[in-house]
């Protein structure tokens, strides 16, 4: 997301003048979609639009065993969607215009729980994760479908679990980006503990944003709900991509600044 800083000449009547040229790169920071257990890249698209629109690079996908490739609902596991989800962030970061030093992440549910175990595994700048999901470590190779019929499962969600014990609680307390951290008030899939769990984990984030959208279950089954997050995530996004811009563009005037003062002193001015 580097910043061009350029010399111009612009004539004028009595000659010519000087100024400065300040444009953003070709590249343009990239948000990686990942939906939900059960959902699909549809649910991402308007958000996604939204987020295109202050200046970045989207991508959208649907995880195996959904959609097209739904047949895999009652086989596929965590390892394979692991897998879907690195395939599509070593995609992104290969597009030409996508700034691989500026990618943000952005996980509903399972899709949050997949989020985080990729911050451990790529390099992510920013992770936004709405009601993420946790899961036991145990039965990493099971089929998905097979790990909510775990009858410890409902209390797992509300104790509390020490990020040393946990691979996406770790793999968040490795994160050192920005994070926003989305918790709906009447999630009964993901309550409050599991959201206290990944903010404990994220105590080594550089920021932690945590928002609470009130009247809110674990779908965002109500359209206020559902704006009320686009909302959040959008302004949360702008405030992100924007910081980086302005701290590039002044560390370029810094720059030049420097490089004038060294020239005027070695030319004696």
């Not at 700048?125 to 019929?149: F, I, T």
């Not at 409050?192 to 105590?203: G, K, M, Q, R, S």
Request: net charge neutral; hydrophobic share 40%.
């Amino acid at each position: 997301m580097d910043i061009r800083l350029d010399p111009v000449e612009i004539g004028t009547g009595g000659g010519q003048i000087s100024g400065t040229l300040l444009s953003p790169a070709p590249v343009m920071p990239g948000v990686l979609f990942v939906h939900g257990w059960g959902g699909s890249q549809e649910h991402d698209l308007g958000r996604a639009r939204q987020v295109a629109g202050i200046g970045c690079h989207c991508l959208t996908f649907d995880l195996r065993g959904h959609e097209r490739t739904a047949a895999q609902w009652e086989t596929v596991s965590r390892p394979q969607n692991l897998e879907d989800l690195l395939a599509a962030y070593d995609w992104f970061i290969a597009h030409r215009y996508v700034d691989p030093a500026a990618i943000a992440v952005v996980g509903i549910s399972y899709g949050g729980y997949l989020a985080s175990l990729l911050a451990a595994l790529r390099p992510v700048r920013w992770l936004a994760l709405r009601s993420p999901a946790l899961y036991k470590d145990e039965g990493w190779e099971l089929p998905k479908r097979k790990l909510h019929e775990d009858p410890g499962l409902h209390a797992f969600r509300r104790g509390p679990v020490a990020w040393q014990d946990n691979r996406a609680l770790a793999a968040c307390h490795g994160f050192g980006g920005d994070v926003l951290l989305v918790e709906a008030e009447h999630d009964e899939i993901v309550p409050h503990p599991v959201i206290d769990n990944y903010a404990t984990a994220l105590a080594t984030a550089n920021s932690l944003t945590r928002r609470r959208i009130p009247g809110a279950d674990h779908a965002f089954s109500g359209k206020p709900q559902q704006k009320a997050y686009t909302d959040v995530l959008v302004a949360w996004l702008t405030e992100m991509v924007r910081t980086a811009r302005e701290r590039q563009a002044g560390e370029k005037v810094a720059e030049r600044k420097r490089i004038q003062r060294a020239e005027d002193i070695a030319g004696g001015r």
